[in-house]
């Protein structure tokens, strides 16, 4: 099966959709198929806001689809969701070349952005919202990041998705370091983007440092939070706290055992809209979890019916003290469990394409590999 794959960024330019859908395609080329990822050459990591972000994803479309113009023939066309409403051109594109059209929603815009006060629910949001509803509807497949996201696909746009989680990067995971002092560390690794709670661990860590509790918060990225981070914990007087720039693939599995908790966070109101991309991998270190954000969603009760990982809002500042508190007492052995390999979850994912590509171009095949419908 020949397979076209869209992205704005491609595996080299940094962003973490570049690297899944390269990671998907190679996983594609050992089943057999051919496979030919189009990207554009934006930059990634520089925030871009108003015309100037708009004529940049103009233009990305255009790339995107002139470039599609000299492929050969493709029977499966794979799109993520950048730049904006990629879905639509990939839908397009799917046309021309008389092939499938697969959408993988990393997230939902302009839903995205609406609930972030990015951009009015006017005229253009309403008219933007109709054509991804349209190009939902006409792909023969949306692929969801987690069941909140099915749910808000049905109830919202009204189509059926089935999940794939994303694929994690492939890391070692080295033998867990011995702490050597009494401080316990509980850390923030990812984006630090207006999509994530970051104010309420400062909060947090305030209320430890307030209690005597040896702990140390340590936030590790970049984003547009992340000065400003710096400032508020000077506010604050905050003392046991340090920043770190992004570590490499190599030294990530390293960086996130030497922590005795890992922080997920997602704004309540991006429910269903989007996934932190950092969630699979610390579930595979086997480290405890604090997710804040919502408590309703699916995630987040899948999180809380495990027992060892800990669920909050972020009006929970006090419970979320406790709860760490209560987990730093404990031995070290008791945090946590052993680190799974991310091949297993990559190749399950894998398998997971390789099936819904074969039902959808051959719909009388059968498989042995469970989709995840709504």
Avoid at 20 to 29: F, H, Q, R, T
Avoid at 284 to 313: N, P, Y
């Amino acid at each position: 099966m020949r397979l076209l794959l869209l992205n704005q960024f491609g595996p080299n330019s940094g962003a973490p959709t570049g690297r899944i859908l390269a990671e998907l395609g190679s996983e594609l080329e050992k089943r057999g198929h051919t496979v030919q990822l189009l990207a554009t050459d934006s930059g990634y990591g520089t925030p871009r806001k108003g015309i100037r972000r708009l004529m940049e994803e103009g233009l990305s479309h255009l790339l995107l689809l002139g470039r599609s113009l000299f492929c050969p023939k493709a029977d499966a066309v794979i799109s993520l969701t950048s730049p904006a409403c990629l879905a639509v051109t990939a839908g397009v594109i799917a046309k021309i070349h008389r092939a499938r059209h697969f959408h993988w929603a990393m997230d939902i815009y302009p839903d995205v952005g609406v609930k972030l006060g990015e951009l009015k629910n006017g005229l253009p949001v309403r008219f933007f919202s109709f054509l991804i509803r349209r190009a939902y509807q006409n792909a023969d497949r949306i692929i969801a990041l987690d069941e909140d996201m099915r749910d808000y696909l049905q109830k919202v746009y009204r189509v059926d998705s089935v999940v794939i989680e994303p694929f994690p990067p492939e890391i070692t995971w080295p033998p867990p370091a011995k702490n050597s002092t009494e401080t316990r560390r509980w850390l923030y690794s990812g984006n630090f983007g207006r999509a994530h709670e970051i104010q309420i661990l400062l909060q947090v860590q305030k209320k430890l440092e307030d209690d005597g509790v040896r702990a140390e918060l340590i936030l590790q990225g970049q984003g547009p939070q992340f000065l400003a981070s710096q400032e508020a914990a000077h506010r604050l007087g905050l003392r046991q706290i340090q920043w770190c720039a992004p570590v490499s693939l190599e030294k990530l599995g390293e960086s996130l055992l030497q922590s005795d908790v890992l922080v997920v966070t997602r704004k309540a109101e991006l429910k269903g809209l989007l996934l932190p991309s950092k969630l699979m991998l610390a579930e595979l270190s086997g480290r405890a979890i604090l997710w804040i954000g919502d408590t309703d969603g699916k995630t987040a009760a899948r999180l809380s019916q495990e027992g060892r990982h800990g669920v909050f809002t972020t009006a929970d500042v006090e419970s979320i003290a406790s709860w760490l508190q209560d987990l730093f007492t404990r031995n070290a052995s008791e945090l946590g469990t052993k680190p799974r390999a991310t091949g297993v979850v990559r190749q399950q994912a894998a398998d997971q394409w390789q099936a819904l590509l074969e039902v959808a171009i051959n719909p009388s095949s059968s498989s042995s590999v469970r989709l995840h419908p709504t």
